[in-house]
């Protein structure tokens, strides 16, 4: 059984730096291409950051962008955000995710790739940046 489990989140002031982690059990994380989503209250959840198996290929959403980073550990079976600059517009609940790629240097970073059979989520961490 594969469990995420993020840790990390809290409260922050505007411009303010913040890192989330991702931690995998149940199988090693370098099987999986993962990606961390938000969704803030009355909104969809959206993709942020996305990251290859081999940790080659990252893909991030425009409003992250210079200021967000994905990284991966596979030898500590970890995901994590790096978040810079933040902004209030960037409180959500952030969730990481993982799935099976079909291809070993894709990005998956739509919500509906994670959708189905080998594919996973953890419960969230809640990021709040203040004004």
């Known amino acids: 059984q594969v469990q995420l489990v993020e840790s990390g989140g809290g409260l922050v002031q505007t411009g303010a730096s913040l890192g989330l982690s991702c931690a995998v059990s149940?199988?090693?994380?370098?099987?999986?291409?993962m990606a961390w989503f938000r969704q803030a209250p009355g909104k969809e959840r959206e993709g942020v950051a996305a990251?290859?198996?081999?940790?080659?290929?990252?893909d991030y959403a425009n409003s992250v962008k210079g200021r967000f980073t994905i990284s991966r550990d596979d030898a500590k079976n970890a995901m994590f955000l790096q978040m810079n600059h933040l902004k209030p517009e960037d409180t959500a609940v952030y969730y990481c995710?993982?799935?099976?790629?079909?291809?070993?240097?894709?990005?998956?970073?739509?919500?509906?790739?994670?959708?189905?059979?080998?594919?996973?989520w953890g419960q969230g961490t809640q990021v709040t940046v203040a004004s």
């Open positions: 149940g199988r090693a994380s370098r099987m999986f291409a």
């Open positions: 995710a993982a799935r099976v790629p079909y291809y070993l240097t894709h990005t998956y970073l739509n919500s509906s790739d994670y959708q189905g059979i080998n594919t996973w």
């Open positions: 990251i290859s198996l081999p940790g080659e290929n990252t």
